[in-house]
């Protein structure tokens, strides 16, 4: 009797840990391959958004009563050097206009629509994040019916800080570029050297110790020095040209003296996020 | 008994609730907790379920099927990937029922118990994200960075939370 409890357990424990793998394969699989989860796991993931909201409204609000209560503290000399900032940016902000405006004649004239920097933005907020070490994950409170599309980029502040990885009805989750899994990063961008040539290259990885985005085998023979700005190049697939991804921390030969590799300090910091945009383009 | 009591519906609502704290936590400190190399996980609902079995004694509760409830709505809701925590929650339940047979459950036992849950629950999910490719830190790189932190901030959470749940399994008896 002792034998027969003894192997139902093992048979348990097996025919658990298979089901646990088949599972996992065939998430995993469809999180990669179908733009949005099964009709299921949308709903409930729908219901229980919902119910989360709850929870997350009063936590985020406190979250904001206690920070704006700190940030008072040093309101005053802040507003000093704004103040000096604004009256600059006035004057950038007309000569982008204008800029702008130039711009959407010259297109009309040569009957160019779109092009790869049009993009429309969708705010949104942060609902909550994956209690896990293992996925840099937040969930955010649009989805489908706002136009979010599986893949589009997302930014927060002046620059890009993941891309949506799921897509249900009314939440989305975004998956940040400091998650190291085999597709979380890699974006396409291209860098403007100080000599004003442009090298293209895929973001690859995030070194967590220092919290700098790595960019590898790059073959160029032009010079990248520090300082030199990363933006995505909008090349394949849905992210527009153009959004601020970081400037180049450091610029070093790869482990083998072939290629090129970067170090980029993102242009945000990735672990404070509350309300993040994503952008939408036309296609 | 557990059909007439209280424990009935606040058992339910204390472990959502507890389950969605844990992201809301994790959103709001994240700074702190994920600062990065060493990242700290709160695991709130590991906590109730634990405790559910500590403060159960005379009044045994379907806890299993409650875990599996939690790790469906966890796997699911925040990270995606099903079938991790769907077969954790559950077998902490069963990890902390074998215990307390021969250990009989007090604070200072709980606190034991509670760190053999958590090391089984991290433990686990980083092997499946080995599996499946989510992460690639080695397993040297987990117990310092992950583990230990995890470890600290949940014993913590254990030492503050123990007589206020436990306040709460007496008042919904």
Redo the contacts between chains.
């Keep these: 009797m002792q034998k027969f409890s003894f192997n139902r357990r093992l048979v348990i424990i097996i025919v658990c840990l298979i089901v646990s793998f088949a599972l996992m394969t065939v998430s995993v699989a469809i999180r990669n391959k179908k733009s949005t989860p099964p009709l299921i796991q949308q709903f409930g993931n729908d219901i229980v958004g919902l119910a989360d909201r709850v929870v997350a409204l009063p936590a985020n609000g406190l979250r904001g009563s206690v920070s704006s209560i700190s940030e008072l503290l040093n309101t005053y000399q802040e507003n000093q050097q704004l103040k000096k900032q604004v009256s600059e940016l006035a004057q950038t902000k007309v000569r982008d206009q204008t800029l702008a405006k130039e711009n959407k004649q010259l297109k009309q004239e040569i009957k160019l629509n779109d092009s790869l920097t049009d993009y429309t933005a969708i705010t949104a907020a942060v609902i909550t994040r994956t209690p896990s070490s293992w996925q840099n994950q937040v969930v955010i409170n649009k989805g489908s019916s706002a136009g979010v599309v599986k893949n589009m980029p997302v930014m927060s502040g002046s620059g890009l800080v993941g891309r949506v990885a799921e897509v249900n009805k009314t939440n989305s989750k975004v998956e940040l570029i400091t998650d190291n899994n085999d597709s979380a990063n890699r974006f396409a961008v291209s860098i403007t050297t100080k000599s004003g040539k442009t090298v293209n290259g895929v973001l690859s990885g995030y070194k967590s110790d220092t919290g700098q985005i790595t960019m590898n085998n790059l073959t160029t023979k032009s010079k990248i020095s520090k300082g030199d700005k990363v933006v995505t190049s909008g090349l394949g697939g849905v992210t527009p040209k153009g959004l601020f991804v970081g400037t180049v921390a450091k610029s070093v030969g790869d482990d083998y003296g072939l290629s090129t590799k970067l170090y980029i300090t993102p242009a945000t910091d990735l672990s404070d996020l509350n309300i993040v945009t994503v952008a939408v383009t036309k296609q | 008994m557990y059909r007439l009591s209280k424990m009935r519906f606040g058992f339910p609502i204390g472990l959502?609730?507890m389950l969605?704290?844990?992201?809301?936590?994790?959103?709001?400190f994240?700074?702190h907790l994920?600062?990065?190399?060493s990242?700290m996980?709160?695991?709130l609902v590991v906590l109730w379920l634990v405790c559910g079995v500590l403060f159960e004694e005379t009044m045994p509760m379907p806890l299993a099927k409650w875990a599996i409830a939690a790790g469906i709505?966890f796997d699911?809701?925040?990270?995606?990937?099903?079938?991790?925590y769907?077969?954790v929650f559950p077998l902490v339940v069963y990890v902390t029922r074998v215990i307390v047979k021969y250990i009989s459950p007090n604070f200072l036992s709980g606190l034991l118990i509670y760190f053999i849950d958590i090391t089984i629950v991290?433990a686990l999910?980083?092997v499946?994200?080995r599996?499946?490719?989510?992460?690639?830190?080695s397993g040297s790189a987990f117990l310092v960075n992950?583990l230990g932190p995890?470890l600290a901030l949940n014993l913590a959470m254990f030492v503050v939370l123990y007589f206020p749940i436990r306040a709460v399994y007496n008042w919904l008896k």
């Design positions: 959502f609730l969605f704290l844990d992201g809301s936590i994790s959103q709001v994240s700074v994920f600062n990065t190399p990242v996980v709160s695991h709505v699911l809701y925040y990270t995606g990937i099903f079938g991790v769907v077969f991290e999910s980083f499946a994200s599996v499946v490719h989510m992460t690639a830190m992950t995890t």
